[in-house]
């Protein structure tokens, strides 16, 4: 089976960082921490670096005032400084900002953050020195991360507090994770063989002040999100083969009426999961037709399925229509210059602007996390039909194994009850998280920073909302898996069966009650790795 489409490429070995070809993709895997990547800067943006910071230095030696070079921050930008004091006025904003509270952001996060802060400054309109860019590379090459407090961000002005805490690494101060070991930033420096800077005027501005915080969050939730979509329809599939259902739901004929991108996407990789299967093959089956001389009868079976499976490809389909335009997004945002003031080198200006504003990156994952949520949503009711004996078409009171009546055994076990309240609880705590956070806005800062964008929240939300739809996923995963059990695995498609069997290498049957909460973890992490995918792709 040819499920590659839905696979992102592999990233790149050698990863340009040249602030205009950084894809989401690269960004993702790095944030993995995929083995072998390797950062390098090209000349061209050696040269723009090079030339932004000149005319930097031209401008501070007119003795005009340059916001957050020779003025004061926010608010405070109409009491300017001489030259000798721009060092340490660089010095104080990091240490200032230091007030970030919450637990330290995942390190998959501060990976990608540290990626796309380097290919912004690397575009070069920022006024910073290119070794100021390759100690941030390094720092990711050699596992040093900044311990960044989760909270503090209003996502204008960029992420201000929570990068404060990148700038204070650069410096040599705060708190890493040093190959998973917490320390001293100046000690994992030291043992890297690292040197910290002394930022020069503009440095820890342009360090603070941009947008890359939330887009790490950003584009960590959407590779989750791009793999939960692929184990949404495979839910789906085997939801439907392991209820009896009707596949014809999924021909293509109904989705070429209403022909968004995502809902044929999610249709047509149903139908090749399908592929093969008893019910699928049989599929263009009637039921027979009522006899002329009777006016009333029940049929066996329902005509159609109920909407959670009838529907899904519209559910499915709308995450993955909304992924490709956060991606165009995304995209843009991760390749820009986001900070202030800009240096011009082509008209020998400096330009004060607002490019920090998170508003791309607050929409895009405000629609996320509620396209997200809503998958969610639908795997909880798939769930109920596939648990509750009402609904299941034959299958056991919540998927226990077969009992006999007589059995010593009988009336103790009650199989999936206690995971389905938990898919429950989780989808409620995701759906409760579709609050958009970009209604949220407030003035800060002595009202200098009267309109904000609320980005780094809206990420963080979606972030959270991946993470507990990749539960509830791997939940319906381990049920499906043990109603394909009971009703004979067989009968499963090539491509369910290859998914089945992924599942079934991590989580065995459930013949008795027993805590399946590690096989929740476990379960989460073929999904969020990849593997169940690639099992499914992988086949002939």
Same mark, same amino acid.
């Given at each position: 089976?040819?499920?590659?489409?839905?696979?992102?490429?592999?990233?790149?070995?050698?990863?340009?960082?040249?602030?205009?070809?950084?894809?989401?993709?690269?960004?993702?895997?790095?944030?993995?921490?995929?083995?072998?990547?390797?950062?390098?800067?090209?000349?061209?943006?050696?040269?723009?670096?090079?030339?932004?910071?000149?005319?930097?230095?031209?401008?501070?030696?007119?003795?005009?005032?340059?916001?957050?070079?020779?003025?004061?921050?926010?608010?405070?930008?109409?009491?300017?400084?001489?030259?000798?004091?721009?060092?340490?006025?660089?010095?104080?904003?990091?240490?200032?900002?230091?007030?970030?509270?919450?637990?330290?952001?995942?390190?998959?996060?501060?990976?990608?953050?540290?990626?796309?802060?380097?290919?912004?400054?690397?575009?070069?309109?920022?006024?910073?020195?290119?070794?100021?860019?390759?100690?941030?590379?390094?720092?990711?090459?050699?596992?040093?991360?900044?311990?960044?407090?989760?909270?503090?961000?209003?996502?204008?002005?960029?992420?201000?507090?929570?990068?404060?805490?990148?700038?204070?690494?650069?410096?040599?101060?705060?708190?890493?994770?040093?190959?998973?070991?917490?320390?001293?930033?100046?000690?994992?420096?030291?043992?890297?063989?690292?040197?910290?800077?002394?930022?020069?005027?503009?440095?820890?501005?342009?360090?603070?002040?941009?947008?890359?915080?939330?887009?790490?969050?950003?584009?960590?939730?959407?590779?989750?999100?791009?793999?939960?979509?692929?184990?949404?329809?495979?839910?789906?599939?085997?939801?439907?083969?392991?209820?009896?259902?009707?596949?014809?739901?999924?021909?293509?004929?109904?989705?070429?009426?209403?022909?968004?991108?995502?809902?044929?996407?999610?249709?047509?990789?149903?139908?090749?999961?399908?592929?093969?299967?008893?019910?699928?093959?049989?599929?263009?089956?009637?039921?027979?037709?009522?006899?002329?001389?009777?006016?009333?009868?029940?049929?066996?079976?329902?005509?159609?399925?109920?909407?959670?499976?009838?529907?899904?490809?519209?559910?499915?389909?709308?995450?993955?229509?909304?992924?490709?335009?956060?991606?165009?997004?995304?995209?843009?945002?991760?390749?820009?210059?986001?900070?202030?003031?800009?240096?011009?080198?082509?008209?020998?200006?400096?330009?004060?602007?607002?490019?920090?504003?998170?508003?791309?990156?607050?929409?895009?994952?405000?629609?996320?996390?509620?396209?997200?949520?809503?998958?969610?949503?639908?795997?909880?009711?798939?769930?109920?039909?596939?648990?509750?004996?009402?609904?299941?078409?034959?299958?056991?009171?919540?998927?226990?194994?077969?009992?006999?009546?007589?059995?010593?055994?009988?009336?103790?076990?009650?199989?999936?009850?206690?995971?389905?309240?938990?898919?429950?609880?989780?989808?409620?705590?995701?759906?409760?998280?579709?609050?958009?956070?970009?209604?949220?806005?407030?003035?800060?800062?002595?009202?200098?920073?009267?309109?904000?964008?609320?980005?780094?929240?809206? =990420?963080? &939300?979606?972030?959270? @909302? /991946? !993470? %507990? $739809?990749?539960?509830?996923?791997?939940?319906?995963?381990? +049920?499906?898996?043990?109603?394909?059990?009971?009703?004979?695995?067989?009968?499963?498609?090539?491509?369910?069966?290859?998914?089945?069997?992924?599942?079934?290498?991590?989580?065995?049957?459930?013949?008795?009650?027993?805590?399946? =909460?590690? &096989?929740?973890?476990? @379960? /989460? !992490? %073929? $999904?969020?790795?990849?593997?169940?995918?690639?099992?499914? +792709?992988?086949?002939?």
């Amino acid at each position: 089976m040819d499920d590659s489409a839905a696979l992102a490429p592999p990233p790149v070995t050698d990863i340009l960082v040249d602030g205009h070809t950084l894809s989401l993709n690269t960004v993702a895997a790095v944030g993995r921490g995929v083995p072998g990547l390797r950062a390098s800067v090209p000349e061209e943006a050696d040269r723009r670096m090079a030339g932004s910071r000149e005319l930097k230095r031209e401008l501070i030696a007119t003795g005009i005032p340059i916001y957050g070079v020779t003025s004061g921050f926010g608010d405070s930008n109409t009491r300017q400084i001489s030259e000798v004091k721009t060092q340490e006025l660089q010095r104080n904003l990091l240490r200032f900002l230091g007030s970030g509270v919450g637990p330290a952001a995942p390190p998959d996060v501060v990976r990608a953050t540290l990626l796309i802060r380097a290919n912004c400054l690397a575009r070069g309109h920022s006024g910073v020195r290119p070794e100021v860019v390759r100690l941030l590379l390094d720092c990711l090459a050699e596992d040093i991360l900044p311990l960044i407090p989760e909270r503090g961000s209003v996502g204008a002005s960029g992420d201000l507090v929570p990068l404060s805490y990148i700038g204070r690494v650069m410096t040599g101060e705060g708190e890493v994770l040093h190959r998973g070991e917490r320390t001293d930033a100046g000690a994992a420096l030291a043992a890297a063989r690292l040197q910290p800077v002394v930022l020069e005027a503009k440095e820890g501005l342009a360090l603070v002040n941009g947008t890359s915080f939330m887009s790490g969050f950003a584009a960590m939730a959407m590779d989750r999100a791009a793999r939960i979509g692929f184990a949404a329809d495979l839910c789906t599939a085997l939801t439907s083969q392991v209820l009896r259902g009707n596949p014809a739901h999924f021909a293509d004929f109904l989705f070429e009426q209403k022909p968004h991108a995502g809902t044929r996407g999610s249709a047509a990789r149903v139908r090749r999961l399908l592929k093969g299967s008893q019910s699928f093959d049989q599929q263009t089956e009637r039921e027979a037709a009522i006899p002329g001389d009777v006016d009333f009868r029940e049929l066996d079976k329902p005509i159609q399925d109920r909407y959670s499976i009838r529907c899904a490809p519209h559910v499915n389909g709308v995450l993955a229509d909304a992924l490709v335009w956060a991606a165009e997004w995304m995209t843009t945002e991760i390749n820009s210059s986001n900070d202030n003031p800009l240096f011009d080198a082509e008209a020998g200006v400096a330009r004060n602007g607002g490019n920090f504003y998170g508003g791309h990156v607050g929409v895009a994952m405000d629609s996320l996390k509620t396209a997200l949520a809503s998958v969610g949503d639908l795997l909880d009711r798939q769930l109920e039909l596939v648990v509750d004996e009402k609904f299941n078409n034959g299958l056991t009171p919540n998927l226990i194994p077969w009992i006999e009546p007589g059995d010593g055994q009988a009336g103790l076990f009650h199989g999936f009850k206690g995971m389905q309240i938990t898919a429950s609880s989780l989808v409620a705590e995701a759906l409760k998280n579709t609050m958009p956070a970009t209604s949220f806005s407030r003035s800060t800062e002595a009202h200098n920073q009267d309109k904000v964008s609320m980005g780094t929240i809206a =990420a963080r &939300d979606a972030y959270a @909302v /991946a !993470g %507990l $739809i990749e539960q509830v996923t791997a939940i319906h995963l381990l +049920a499906l898996c043990q109603a394909a059990d009971l009703r004979g695995a067989q009968r499963l498609s090539p491509a369910t069966r290859a998914a089945y069997e992924a599942v079934r290498e991590v989580s065995l049957f459930l013949d008795a009650d027993r805590p399946l =909460a590690e &096989d929740v973890e476990r @379960v /989460a !992490g %073929l $999904i969020a790795s990849g593997h169940l995918q690639a099992a499914v +792709a992988d086949l002939p």
